[in-house]
């Protein structure tokens, strides 16, 4: 990006805050310098300055013409080392996640949002024993139990020699094949608590600045008096106080013409971005239930035999563990159950004993189970297949009646508020929600697919002759609703393709009259107007998602009555009907088994790559730029909210820079760094954001963050925030399809946040100017524009001027004239 043009030259000390969006960036693009260096921050995140620029704070004669530049680089906290490939395996529960944040606002129904929390947090469960019982299909039923309790098959293959039936060894019998077996799931829960316990450790414990307090500003002249406190809902007993959750007054209580009283939204409670301890309760309660689901696969099978044959001791000790299994599955729901987040300040408590001893007795308990297992059971033999098809079938039961009280709960938050902007009428987090389980189904049911494909040897599970593996019927009959989807999205996707044509033959005289060309060239014409037709796809999204996730929850539900009707494939169930429908039910499963198996081969691959490529991880990386902004709050094995890393940095350096110099400051943001820099100032003190600026352009604020989390970024919130902060500016393009305007309309004296759309490209054809033809910019290079500088001026002129700095006692200028307790920001070396 090229450097912005000088700032105005009056006001004093101004500091510009670049903040860069998805996909990453580096300080010379930023600064538009190759010679730049690291002014704070680590190798993850840090905010750079050109070199000439280092000292900018001793030399402040230097700067009366120009503002400071300085960038925010965070695209490493998305895409640094090769271990973020492994977060690939973590995107059901990262779009699980994002249900929770989705919920429609409301006012006065805690109840209602305590629910919606609760609900979410139980289908993120779900999703934890999805994985974890795929894990077991494929090592404990189709491994160690099937396949090498079948000659044909241990034969083939050498490495499962040593379990094989026939050979008669120590590790032959099925107890202490599933006993050892099990050790690959339960060494995936721990990888899991691993990563998580990780992450949590460098993301979740970033604390944001301490000078804010809830309550004294609860206190304070500033604060309003609001009829109901905006804070969480979900709040735990001791934050019962905080009222029901919602992010600010509603859109005819919103002033924006008064910067005082505020309500604090959600976003801007000193809470929101440290979930510690509500991620460390959760993640405590996952790893139980997976060591838990794991326990009880492994004891089922040996369970069934010992009462078969009236093994007394052994059956005490089995429906014993079973029991126990039962107990501890009550505790870990009353945990997920019980408390939500907590954000009306700072909550550093930790449940220390709850957060140890769950997962560890859940382990004990798995260890009991492997040497009930492993116990000695001469005359025992595997034959059949582990009860695979009831726990599935549960499962997507389970999944899909949670949905459907979850959109229950949504259509009566929307209605009590509506909004026509609102994704799918406030059914946005429930149809996410069914996509986090699609997600899953698919994952899991295309490695057990692909195991069993590889273990049995035949081209499709379950259909050939004397197969010695198959994988669980209900898992072949979803995989054979997946091209029955593919052909329902054949209709929606062809009518958006017919509607963009003909947006674009009716954009051509807009675009025309736009750009006042007295000479059109038909072809130019025709590709502006076909972007930003294309552009305006973006907003048929939700359309698109709700079909996908309402044809999901049907075909999902039709699968399982099939599966349970017939205990059969789909292929064989329709053995004997019509030659077409049999014809066609056996090319459905085939073609679908294929299909799930190569989405998992994808997976796979693409993790490979990213792992070892850093621009392909950069790649993966936008997809966790925009689905990893949202705390953890429903999955703690979901991949890390880097804005809890991010938030706090912005404010950080926003509130030092200010204290310190007393100067104007301006953050602008592009596309995702709009976002994160919202976001900031929302954590802003009152006295810090009246000298702030904020500058978005290219942003998703409205188009998709109000759309689709209307609670946290719907209109206002967005208001609360323009009435807030000093002045905020918005450019956009008509032909980006990710940025769009924030719709927050002037009012007094302050002017609309919203821009006129800016021409993209900057100019129709050749002109002196603009010799060669320029090209469509879309999403990027907003900078080039001359609209960008020429915002950033007027916002500077509009700040009020730099506070005098005084010399402290310390000997430090503070423009408060105190010793200033924190730092510009300067690098030390």
Known sequence: MPPATPAPKSGGAALELLVHGVGGATPRDMLGDPRTVRVTGDTTAAVHRRSADADAEDHPERYAERPVAEAYVWSNLTSGNGARALWLLLLPFMVANLAHWMRPPTKGHPRLVRAYGMLVRLVALTLTVLLTAAACEVALDLTAWQCAGSAACAEDRSWLGFLSAERGGWWSQPGRRLALAALVPAALVGLLWYLSNRTWSAYEAQRPPTGYDEDAYADSAEAPKPEADPGDAEADPEDADAGPEDTGADPEDAHVDSPAPEVRPALGRPGFWFGRRLVARLRAAHTAVGFLIVAAAVTGAAARHDREASGILLDAFGRSLQAAYVVLAAVVLWVVCRRGRSEKRLDLRLERALVSWLPCTSLLLLALALVHAGWSRPGWRSSGTLPGDATFGVLTLAQGGLVVVLGAVAFLLHRRRHDPRTALHGLGGPAVAMLACALGGVMSGGV??????????????????????????????????????????????????????????????????????????????????????????????????????????????????????????????????????????????????????????????????????????????????????????????????????AVPDLTWRMSSWTRHTGGRLVISGHSQGSVLAAAAVWQLPPVTRSRVALLTYGSPLERLYGRWFPAYFGPAPLRALYGTIHCWSNLYRATDPIGGPVRVSASGEKPAVDNAPLLDPVAYGRTPEHPLPEPILGHSDYQADPAFAAERSLLLDRLPPALPRQRGGDGRDDANGQADQGSSGRSSG
Not at 498 to 524: H, K, M
Not at 531 to 546: E, F, I, K, Q, S
Not at 591 to 604: A, K, P, Q, T
């Open 448 to 645: 057990a697919q692909r195991v069993a494909d590889w273990l049995d040897g035949r081209p499709t599970p379950g259909m050939g002759a004397g197969s010695t593996v198959a994988p669980p019927v209900l898992l072949s009959w979803q995989a054979s609703v997946i091209p029955v989807l593919l052909l329902l999205l054949l209709a929606p996707l062809a009518l958006l393709l017919v509607r963009t044509a003909r947006a674009a033959r009716r954009l051509g005289p807009v675009v025309e009259a736009d750009y006042g060309t007295q000479d059109p060239d038909p072809v130019r014409t025709g590709r502006i107007a076909a972007t930003r037709a294309t552009a305006a796809l973006t907003d048929a999204a939700p359309a698109l998602v709700g079909t996908v996730s309402g044809a999901t929850l049907l075909l999902g539900a039709g699968s399982v009555v099939g599966a349970w009707a017939s205990g059969n494939v789909p292929g064989r169930a329709f053995d004997g009907a019509h030659p077409a429908i049999a014809s066609t039910a056996a090319t459905a499963q085939a073609l679908g088994s294929w299909m799930i198996g190569f989405g998992f081969l994808l997976f796979v691959t693409w993790g490979r790559r990213a792992y070892k490529d850093a621009s392909a991880r950069r790649t993966i990386g936008i997809l966790w730029d925009v689905g990893t902004f949202w705390p953890r709050a429903a999955h703690p094995f979901a991949p890390p909210c880097y804005a809890e890393r």
